[in-house]
């Protein structure tokens, strides 16, 4: 594929990005050259401290989320930052964080961008929570979805 025509998809995905403050939205970020960090407890662990603090400072309400080999999914309920700017710090801080404690193994942590998915009204957020913790699953990491440990839900 031309990488031209990827690049110019990647930035008209982007131009139409909104941010509704409240809004619940599941955002999937993927590592760099999908390089499976995440499988290092240590570095997950790092990660989860990013999410955990946007959340302690309001800045999302952290809904469900599990953090694969070499992505992320996270299903948040908005606060008033911005989506790009809530991914921008996560990625951003969570590099620093694996670079300082010294469990990155790769020039670059994560790709550039990130998916969102605005969930509409009439989508059960309990029913997007179970297909994001069930990742591990049907991926083939785990038989039971408890076995995995890097997995949370508000609603447990």
Not at 104 to 121: I, S
Request: aromatic letters at 8%; glycine letters at 4%.
């Amino acid at each position: 594929m031309d990488s031209s025509l990827f690049a110019h998809r990647s930035h008209a995905l982007r131009s139409g990005r909104f941010s509704e403050p409240n809004r619940a939205y599941l955002l999937t970020t993927v590592t760099y050259g999908r390089v499976p960090i995440f499988t290092d407890w240590c570095a997950a662990r790092l990660l989860v401290a990013e999410m955990r603090q946007a959340h302690d400072q309001q800045l999302v309400t952290s809904l469900a989320w599990v953090i694969m080999p070499d992505h992320l999914h996270w299903l948040v309920q908005l606060g008033s930052l911005p989506l790009p700017s809530l991914m921008q710090r996560i990625k951003s801080r969570s590099a620093i964080a694996l670079r300082q404690a010294g469990v990155d193994h790769t020039e670059k942590v994560w790709q550039k961008g990130f998916h969102d998915h605005a969930l509409r009204h009439d989508e059960d957020l309990q029913d997007v929570a179970r297909y994001i913790v069930a990742n591990p699953l049907r991926a083939g990491l785990v038989k039971r979805v408890g076995d995995y440990p890097l997995w949370d839900a508000a609603w447990l």
